[in-house]
């Protein structure tokens, strides 16, 4: 599976929308990129997916950028809840399933 | 549906016990996944089961030991803790077919002193 890289920590105003970037220039044809967020202490949430197309759901947005080498998760509007590790994955359905955690993005939405 | 459950949420071991870890998932799910995450790191892949019947390393096995009792169970065993054990446990499912969306537990934290 292609590496991914992050920003290691981000903030954002309560109520404005976060960006978090994501760098994977190494993503092969059949690599998807998955996002997952993590809320102190918790299990690992699963957020959104995509291969090419941008996606959006009810709490994300995913933009790919044309040449895969790069994508941004979304959040309209974060709230204070918003607040976590984001992880950004880029994953073969070839690899046995294996997905591989970094170290992320530590989101901050402050107040 | 419960979803991924695991037991016990916390517990203390001194170094050299034993004890096994145990993970349940209710959504009829074919793989499951044993991660560790120590202190303010990423997740990193202990063991997997691809389906009932099968496990494999991940990137960090030495030491442990699993069992995937049959669809729903896939257990996580310390033959002899050891202080670097020290971390919180994630259990985690996917479901088949092309949805790789993993579901994880609430997460066991072991210390070993």
């Known amino acids: 599976d292609a590496k991914t890289t992050q920003p290691t920590s981000m903030d954002c105003a309560e109520g404005r929308a976060a960006n978090l970037p994501c760098n994977h220039s190494?993503?092969?044809?059949?690599?998807?990129v998955y996002w997952y967020r993590q809320i102190h202490s918790q299990g690992p949430q699963y957020i959104i997916h995509?291969?090419?197309n941008n996606e959006t759901n009810e709490m994300a947005s995913l933009i790919i950028t044309e040449d895969r080498k790069s994508s941004t998760l979304i959040l309209p509007h974060a709230t204070l809840r918003d607040t976590a590790v984001y992880y950004c994955?880029?994953?073969?359905?070839?690899?046995?399933?294996?997905?591989?955690f970094g170290s992320g993005t530590q989101l901050t939405v402050l107040p | 549906n419960a979803g991924v459950t695991q037991t016990p949420k916390f517990q203390v071991l001194k170094t050299g016990q034993s004890m096994t870890l145990q993970c349940a998932q209710d959504?009829?799910?074919?793989?499951m996944y044993w991660y560790r995450q120590d202190p303010g790191m990423g997740l990193r892949l202990i063991y997997y089961?691809?389906?009932?019947?099968?496990?494999d390393k991940g990137e960090v096995p030495n030491g442990y030991n699993v069992s995937r009792l049959n669809k729903r169970e896939f257990s996580l065993r310390l033959e002899s803790a050891a202080p670097s054990q020290t971390s919180v446990y994630f259990c985690?499912?996917?479901?088949?077919?092309?949805?790789?969306?993993?579901?994880f537990g609430p997460g066991t934290r072991l210390t070993v002193t």
């Open positions: 995509g291969l090419k």
């Open positions: 994955i880029a994953f073969s359905s070839g690899s046995a399933r294996q997905l591989t």
């Open positions: 190494t993503i092969s044809g059949n690599e998807y």
């Open positions: 089961s691809a389906s009932e019947g099968t496990t």
């Open positions: 959504m009829n799910h074919n793989s």
């Open positions: 985690a499912s996917i479901p088949s077919g092309m949805n790789y969306e993993q579901y």
